[in-house]
């Protein structure tokens, strides 16, 4: 892939468009830093541009509520394709129910690991470039602010935390038509760091 893609920049154009709505005052910057940072994991990792594209889409889904879901489905099949709309949504995670109220965290996570059992490759590379950057981010900020920082950023106690780890790593080690080898390492360690850091918050406490 080339350094310049005008199909990625459409995307991160999408998505600011889009985000606006949500995004609380003055806060567009911070909405959109987390795409792009999926976007470089991505990047780094030799993904291929669709799948890029998909994981800058599927973050326009995962902040709209469901309800929006059909009328901004339809503008990404439009204008980035049917692949990076599949892509998209088979990397998103179940959020909602069927109501539209969030679930909670741990039905949630469960329902979502019995997806990535069966989600195309690409929607794997997003999930693991979600959690390095979730991991990493985390991490720096812990190393700044304080084990304690980590109760603050997640709805799910340290236990909680520590199973989601285990259990997607379980996942993505299992699916051997999942290349992402490299990937996969890097999330290891990085997801040990963060398991440690949590023991060692409640070890404090």
Same mark, same amino acid.
């Given at each position: 892939?080339?350094?310049? +893609?005008?199909? @990625? =920049?459409? %995307?991160?154009?999408?998505?600011?468009?889009?985000?606006?709505?949500?995004?609380? %005052?003055?806060?567009?910057?911070?909405?959109?830093?987390?795409?792009? =940072?999926?976007?470089?994991?991505?990047?780094?990792?030799?993904?291929?541009?669709?799948? @890029?594209?998909?994981?800058?889409?599927?973050?326009?889904?995962?902040?709209?509520?469901?309800?929006?879901?059909?009328?901004?489905?339809? /503008?990404?099949?439009? /204008?980035?394709?049917?692949?990076?709309?599949?892509?998209?949504?088979?990397?998103?995670?179940?959020?909602?129910?069927?109501?539209?109220?969030?679930?909670?965290?741990?039905?949630?996570?469960?329902?979502?690991?019995?997806?990535?059992?069966?989600?195309?490759?690409?929607? &794997?590379? @997003?999930?693991?470039?979600?959690?390095?950057?979730?991991?990493?981010?985390?991490?720096?900020?812990?190393?700044?602010?304080?084990?304690?920082?980590?109760?603050?950023?997640?709805?799910?106690? +340290?236990?909680?935390?520590?199973?989601?780890?285990?259990? &997607?790593?379980?996942?993505?080690? %299992?699916?051997?038509?999942?290349?992402?080898?490299?990937?996969? %390492?890097? &999330?290891?360690?990085?997801?040990?760091?963060?398991?440690?850091? &949590?023991?060692?918050?409640?070890?404090?406490?």
């Amino acid at each position: 892939m080339q350094g310049y +893609s005008d199909r @990625i =920049n459409h %995307a991160f154009a999408f998505a600011a468009k889009h985000y606006n709505a949500l995004a609380p %005052a003055g806060g567009g910057m911070e909405y959109l830093a987390h795409p792009a =940072n999926v976007a470089i994991i991505l990047a780094r990792h030799g993904c291929e541009q669709v799948t @890029i594209v998909a994981g800058i889409l599927h973050h326009v889904l995962e902040e709209n509520p469901p309800d929006r879901w059909p009328v901004l489905e339809q /503008k990404i099949g439009e /204008k980035f394709g049917s692949v990076a709309l599949a892509v998209a949504k088979d990397a998103l995670e179940p959020k909602f129910a069927w109501r539209g109220g969030e679930r909670a965290w741990q039905s949630c996570k469960q329902e979502y690991l019995t997806q990535l059992a069966t989600a195309e490759p690409r929607a &794997l590379d @997003i999930i693991a470039a979600e959690e390095l950057h979730a991991c990493g981010s985390t991490m720096t900020a812990v190393r700044r602010l304080g084990v304690e920082y980590i109760r603050t950023v997640s709805r799910a106690g +340290s236990e909680q935390t520590i199973w989601w780890y285990r259990s &997607l790593l379980e996942i993505l080690t %299992a699916r051997g038509d999942w290349p992402r080898r490299d990937m996969l %390492a890097e &999330l290891r360690l990085m997801s040990t760091d963060m398991v440690r850091s &949590l023991r060692h918050s409640e070890e404090r406490r």
